[in-house]
């Protein structure tokens, strides 16, 4: 009996090294190497200055949503999780903007959950199947199901892992005071789902949970329909959930001024169709396709917006069986859960932590697999009971029940294979992008994601046949238009650019980036007046559009109206001081109009938003040059080369400093160097480097006659 206790402990020890290495298995081991931002977390990590600005701005913190837009803002998808982004903010300030250690944080969180899953499993009071093997069995599927590769894989995920953490707990709460009358309990319980709304709004269903998971423990489903609903009404507990509920959504919903979400049809055809028979159906079919993916997750997908899922427009639509399947289950279920109660409960944690994103409110996707994080706990508990409930009634059949545990091992040995593989999708969006195109061929949106890609690393030829394939498959996608007139504009056909940006604006007439590209083409055709207009439409639609007034700013130096221009690009960097390009054009002209002072003032300013722009470093390299501050403008020339050691033009300029600096020797290493970089555009370098040379030679010849 005394050694009981410390096998027990040790089993206990042994199960959860297991859960953990199965977690590691999957998405560690090496799987977080090269692993940069991809989809979301570009617009919520790397471009939200809520995250990278330092020192924090609470305000904007706990004002923008989970973008960086205002919550009250009319663009804003109100998805207001500040707990989230504070935590993206500390990792920044703590250990810089890395994937890698991001990703790796993620883990470890999926690795808490495991553990808390496993130990929640343990506690539960049922006495159909074996809890301890339960336990065991649906934390190992929990860890390893390729379900949750998003949630993990994906930075942003944080938010389901923290709402799945949250979550977790409150149960192993609310299980530790089954029977017991606690008031700390149910206000422990509130305060953490205030907590977990701040990390992910989902969390408002947390007291739903409690309330179920309380219901089954003390075993209220035993008695008649009147005493249930008589005790549900009466018990206290539940009453303050539901009060303290109702008063964390109406909080929630004051914080954004009571104003839903607007979406485009590209985000969720299903809830912008005008028909409620097709909506009414998609709706349902789609229900059936979360619980398809976590049956099955073969195919899987970052994106299921466009194409992805068709739409049900009829009752005679085969892929309805599927819905009457489940219902029907459903159905059974409910006429027995008297009988089967650890079923209920497990399906019941399946169901309520998805209902806001079951299509009950406006939502902006079809189907989000990140979303699906929490309620694949109550999938993998319902499973592992059906697979126990099976294995226990099969006790005379010796080689029946070794099969299942065969097929068990390779169930859960598949699952790792498939995550393992799906991680390694979500390590890159060259990788990302490609496994969407082959599970989603007709998605316009993961073409158009191909064709940004391809355009961002230079690929033009894909990134046109993929926009011309975005906008064949959905002809009003008003970005896709948008960018391929970019893509014309860069290729010098003007006409075309502005036909494909005005039918973007048909589409979307209120589209402001669109408007700027629009003035940008019209200012590249001389149409100044018009580009004017553009500019000024696109400020109406957003009033603080940072990179506007840098379009502005160029429009009016390309009319030698330089007072104006400065003005602007000022105002570009005063809204938004992470542009480059506004910095270096107001650097440049400072440079050109001999302020030197004003502009190694400001180049100082510039460098504390962007302390490795190497546009702003050359910039005030060459300010140095030109006031004979030749060490500190040596130094910084050296960085730039550092930085970018195969640009002509710095190794160019570099030697023109050691050329004033009579540093003979080093500029002509310096000229020598840009001329074997690019030999045929070094014209500078080389007509230097001859006249050092032939300056060198007149020297010698004037000491040898002496």
């Given at each position: 009996?005394?050694?009981?206790?410390?096998?027990?402990?040790?089993?206990?020890?042994?199960?959860?090294?297991?859960?953990?290495?199965?977690?590691?298995?999957?998405?560690?081991?090496?799987?977080?190497?090269?692993?940069?931002?991809?989809?979301d977390d570009t617009v919520a990590i790397v471009k939200n200055r809520d995250v990278s600005v330092l020192p924090t701005n609470w305000t904007a913190i706990f004002t923008h949503d989970f973008w960086g837009a205002s919550l009250v803002s009319s663009d804003s998808h109100k998805s207001f999780r500040p707990l989230t982004t504070l935590m993206f903010h500390c990792e920044y300030a703590l250990l810089g903007l890395s994937a890698a250690h991001m990703k790796f944080l993620n883990l470890l969180l999926h690795c808490v959950n495991t553990l808390l899953m496993w130990r929640l499993v343990r506690t539960l009071y049922v006495t159909e199947i074996n809890t301890e093997r339960w336990a065991t069995i649906s934390a190992a599927l929990f860890a390893a199901h390729p379900i949750h590769t998003e949630a993990v894989s994906g930075v942003v995920g944080r938010a389901e892992l923290m709402f799945g953490m949250i979550h977790l707990l409150c149960l192993l709460l609310t299980v530790a005071n089954t029977g017991k009358r606690s008031s700390q309990t149910v206000g422990v319980v509130l305060f953490l789902t205030a907590v977990g709304i701040l990390f992910k709004e989902s969390a408002?269903?947390?007291?739903?949970?409690?309330?179920?998971?309380?219901?089954?423990?003390?075993?209220?489903?035993?008695?008649?329909?009147?005493?249930?609903?008589?005790?549900?009404?009466?018990?206290?507990?539940?009453?303050?959930?539901?009060?303290?509920?109702?008063?964390?959504?109406?909080?929630?919903?004051?914080w954004q001024d009571?104003?839903?979400?607007?979406?485009?049809?590209?985000?969720?055809?299903?809830?912008?169709?005008?028909?409620?028979?097709?909506?009414?159906?998609?709706?349902?079919?789609?229900?059936?396709?979360?619980?398809?993916?976590?049956?099955?997750?073969?195919?899987?997908?970052?994106?299921?917006?466009?194409?992805?899922?068709?739409?049900?427009?009829?009752?005679?639509?085969?892929?309805?069986?599927?819905?009457i399947g489940f219902y029907s289950i459903v159905l059974v279920a409910l006429k027995n859960f008297r009988r089967l109660p650890g079923m209920m409960l497990a399906l019941g944690l399946m169901v309520v932590p998805f209902l806001p994103a079951s299509g009950i409110i406006s939502v902006g996707?079809?189907?989000?697999?990140?979303?699906?994080?929490?309620?694949?706990?109550?999938?993998?508990?319902?499973s592992i009971y059906g697979f126990l409930y099976w294995y226990d009634s099969s006790s005379g059949r010796t080689y029946w029940r070794l099969c299942l545990q065969v097929l068990l091992m390779v169930l859960l040995s598949v699952m790792m294979l498939r995550t393992r593989q799906r991680a390694t999708d979500w390590l890159n969006e060259e990788k990302l992008f490609k496994s969407g195109l082959e599970v989603c061929p007709d998605n316009a949106k993961v073409h158009y994601n191909i064709a940004r890609l391809a355009t961002d690393t230079g690929n033009n030829t894909k990134a046109f046949q993929h926009y011309h394939k975005a906008i064949e498959l959905y002809a009003g996608y008003e970005s896709a238009l948008m960018n391929l007139g970019n893509l014309y504009r860069e290729h010098g056909q003007l006409a075309t650019?502005?036909?494909?940006?005005?039918?973007?604006?048909?589409?979307?007439?209120?589209?402001?980036?669109?408007?700027?590209?629009?003035?940008?083409?019209?200012?590249?055709?001389?149409?100044?007046?018009?580009?004017?207009?553009?500019?000024?439409?696109?400020?109406?639609?957003?009033a603080n559009f940072a990179v506007c007034y840098y379009n502005m700013g160029n429009l009016y130096l390309e009319q030698k109206l330089y007072a104006e221009a400065l003005h602007h690009w000022q105002h570009a960097v005063g809204l938004n001081p992470r542009q480059p390009k506004a910095w270096a054009n107001i650097l440049t002209m400072l440079d050109n109009r001999g302020l030197h002072d004003d502009a190694l003032r400001l180049s100082n300013q510039a460098l504390v938003h962007l302390p490795n722009e190497v546009s702003i470093l050359f910039i005030r390299a060459n300010v140095l040059g030109k006031m004979?501050?030749?060490?500190?403008?040596?130094r910084i020339y050296k960085r730039v080369i550092e930085l970018e050691p195969h640009n002509m033009l710095y190794h160019t300029n570099l030697g023109v400093l050691y050329h004033r600096w009579d540093k003979s020797q080093e500029a002509i290493e310096a000229y020598r160097m840009a001329i074997s970089i690019n030999s045929g555009r070094a014209s500078t370098a080389r007509e230097n480097l001859n006249k050092l040379l032939k300056r060198l030679e007149r020297e010698a010849k004037v000491v040898i006659e002496r």
């Amino acid at each position: 009996m005394l050694g009981s206790v410390p096998k027990a402990g040790l089993q206990s020890m042994v199960c959860q090294s297991i859960l953990v290495l199965i977690c590691l298995v999957c998405y560690g081991c090496g799987g977080l190497r090269g692993a940069t931002f991809v989809f979301d977390d570009t617009v919520a990590i790397v471009k939200n200055r809520d995250v990278s600005v330092l020192p924090t701005n609470w305000t904007a913190i706990f004002t923008h949503d989970f973008w960086g837009a205002s919550l009250v803002s009319s663009d804003s998808h109100k998805s207001f999780r500040p707990l989230t982004t504070l935590m993206f903010h500390c990792e920044y300030a703590l250990l810089g903007l890395s994937a890698a250690h991001m990703k790796f944080l993620n883990l470890l969180l999926h690795c808490v959950n495991t553990l808390l899953m496993w130990r929640l499993v343990r506690t539960l009071y049922v006495t159909e199947i074996n809890t301890e093997r339960w336990a065991t069995i649906s934390a190992a599927l929990f860890a390893a199901h390729p379900i949750h590769t998003e949630a993990v894989s994906g930075v942003v995920g944080r938010a389901e892992l923290m709402f799945g953490m949250i979550h977790l707990l409150c149960l192993l709460l609310t299980v530790a005071n089954t029977g017991k009358r606690s008031s700390q309990t149910v206000g422990v319980v509130l305060f953490l789902t205030a907590v977990g709304i701040l990390f992910k709004e989902s969390a408002v269903t947390i007291p739903m949970s409690c309330v179920l998971l309380d219901y089954f423990q003390n075993g209220y489903y035993l008695l008649s329909y009147r005493d249930q609903w008589n005790l549900v009404r009466s018990r206290m507990s539940y009453v303050v959930y539901l009060v303290g509920t109702s008063a964390l959504l109406t909080t929630r919903l004051w914080w954004q001024d009571f104003e839903p979400p607007t979406f485009k049809e590209v985000d969720n055809p299903v809830a912008y169709n005008e028909h409620i028979l097709t909506r009414g159906l998609s709706q349902q079919f789609l229900l059936v396709m979360n619980i398809w993916l976590m049956l099955c997750p073969h195919w899987l997908c970052y994106d299921w917006a466009l194409g992805c899922v068709k739409l049900v427009t009829s009752i005679w639509d085969l892929r309805l069986q599927g819905v009457i399947g489940f219902y029907s289950i459903v159905l059974v279920a409910l006429k027995n859960f008297r009988r089967l109660p650890g079923m209920m409960l497990a399906l019941g944690l399946m169901v309520v932590p998805f209902l806001p994103a079951s299509g009950i409110i406006s939502v902006g996707f079809v189907i989000a697999e990140r979303t699906l994080y929490v309620p694949s706990i109550g999938f993998c508990l319902v499973s592992i009971y059906g697979f126990l409930y099976w294995y226990d009634s099969s006790s005379g059949r010796t080689y029946w029940r070794l099969c299942l545990q065969v097929l068990l091992m390779v169930l859960l040995s598949v699952m790792m294979l498939r995550t393992r593989q799906r991680a390694t999708d979500w390590l890159n969006e060259e990788k990302l992008f490609k496994s969407g195109l082959e599970v989603c061929p007709d998605n316009a949106k993961v073409h158009y994601n191909i064709a940004r890609l391809a355009t961002d690393t230079g690929n033009n030829t894909k990134a046109f046949q993929h926009y011309h394939k975005a906008i064949e498959l959905y002809a009003g996608y008003e970005s896709a238009l948008m960018n391929l007139g970019n893509l014309y504009r860069e290729h010098g056909q003007l006409a075309t650019a502005e036909e494909y940006i005005r039918l973007a604006l048909q589409v979307y007439p209120d589209f402001p980036a669109a408007w700027m590209n629009l003035g940008i083409v019209q200012s590249a055709q001389k149409k100044y007046a018009q580009a004017l207009v553009s500019y000024e439409k696109a400020l109406k639609h957003r009033a603080n559009f940072a990179v506007c007034y840098y379009n502005m700013g160029n429009l009016y130096l390309e009319q030698k109206l330089y007072a104006e221009a400065l003005h602007h690009w000022q105002h570009a960097v005063g809204l938004n001081p992470r542009q480059p390009k506004a910095w270096a054009n107001i650097l440049t002209m400072l440079d050109n109009r001999g302020l030197h002072d004003d502009a190694l003032r400001l180049s100082n300013q510039a460098l504390v938003h962007l302390p490795n722009e190497v546009s702003i470093l050359f910039i005030r390299a060459n300010v140095l040059g030109k006031m004979k501050h030749y060490v500190e403008a040596e130094r910084i020339y050296k960085r730039v080369i550092e930085l970018e050691p195969h640009n002509m033009l710095y190794h160019t300029n570099l030697g023109v400093l050691y050329h004033r600096w009579d540093k003979s020797q080093e500029a002509i290493e310096a000229y020598r160097m840009a001329i074997s970089i690019n030999s045929g555009r070094a014209s500078t370098a080389r007509e230097n480097l001859n006249k050092l040379l032939k300056r060198l030679e007149r020297e010698a010849k004037v000491v040898i006659e002496r």
